[in-house]
């Protein structure tokens, strides 16, 4: 397969370099690293037109040169210089054109360090594309010949978050990490100075701790049963009175991957973030993979029928 990577000269390519790199050198897939250029708005003859678009295009090249040197070494990959009306539309015509699985990109420079931070091209990316978008955080840097150690994938119950866990699962496999199936509770007790009061919640949260874990327990078995199961399943579950705490909550490793799904609210065939994978997204201390829920579906079906 292919994945696409959008390369900005700054801070934010770098991040997305090392990412492409190690998901690539994981997958054994193709990686092509572009810049994409603004498209004139009509076809002038004028002499600045030309020297406009003459200076778009060598700082394009110079973009992809940096790419060159920042790209780690050991990971073939082509350089493309794509000419666009917008840098979102441009990346997915690349994937179109590539028949790439994957848009990798960076953090935007505006966020906290070693956490993913959207732009305006991310977030215009996050609620219209048809293939996967990987995050780095920013400032991400992955040591020489890392590859991904643990896929892990965020389940919230629903069909489509068990069509995710098994495609989660078949992607584990090929890349040959362990998966790891993570729950976060969002539980802010009451500022009581006694525990006075506070069983029935106490009550109402193990109960739907027991729910999930019975939940995980089928969307397990989906995995299990799958004609080339990762090498190990675990599940956890996060809590904490923040989306940050719960996050925090669960450890994490270099070279781990975390994947979530797209709201069910949105379109099917689209990335389109809910307001609980917008909080996970930018909580994740590791690289996230947001799938749009159709190709979780795909996945999944084409895994569990062979």
């Given amino acids: 397969m292919t994945m696409i990577v959008g390369y900005a000269p700054d801070e934010r390519g770098a991040g997305g370099l090392h990412l492409a790199a190690m998901l690539a050198r994981s997958a054994n897939d193709d990686l092509v690293v572009c810049s994409v250029v603004p498209a ?23 973009a992809l040169e940096q790419a060159r040197q920042q790209l780690p070494d050991g990971v073939p990959a082509r350089f ?44 215009r990316l996050v609620h219209s594309s048809p293939v996967t978008l990987a995050f780095a955080p920013r400032g991400l840097r992955a040591r020489a010949g890392t590859r ?17 866990v098994v495609a ?14 993570a729950s976060f509770a969002i539980w802010a007790r009451p500022p009581y100075t006694m525990r006075l009061g506070t069983d029935s919640e106490e009550v109402v949260f193990e109960e739907w701790s027991t729910r999930i874990r019975d ?23 996060g809590k904490g009175a923040t989306w940050q705490d719960a996050i925090e909550d669960v450890p994490w490793e270099d070279g781990e991957v975390l994947v979530v799904g797209s709201s069910e609210l949105g379109p099917l065939a689209q ?12 909580h994740s201390p590791v690289p996230v993979a947001v799938v749009p829920r159709s190709r979780a579906k795909e996945l999944a079906s084409r895994a569990v029928h062979g």
């Fill in 40 to 62: 004139p708005w009509t076809p002038g003859m004028a002499r600045v037109d030309a020297e406009y678009r003459a200076y778009l295009d060598k700082a394009a090249d110079e």
């Fill in 80 to 123: 493309v210089r794509h000419s666009a009306r917008s840098a979102p539309a441009g990346l997915l015509e690349l994937a179109q054109q590539h028949d790439a699985a994957m848009v990798v990109l960076g953090s935007s420079s505006a966020g906290p360090f070693g956490h993913v931070a959207l732009g305006s091209v991310t977030d």
């Fill in 148 to 164: 991904v150690t643990r896929v892990t994938a965020a389940y919230g119950g629903t069909a489509s978050a068990e069509d995710l």
């Fill in 168 to 181: 989660a699962g078949t992607v584990a496999a090929r890349v040959g990490a362990p998966l790891r199936i």
């Fill in 215 to 237: 939940s995980v327990s089928q969307a397990l078995a989906h995995v299990e049963g799958l004609s080339v199961p990762p090498p190990s399943v675990t599940t956890v579950v």
């Fill in 271 to 282: 990335v389109f973030l809910g307001s609980r994978a917008t909080k996970i997204l930018r």
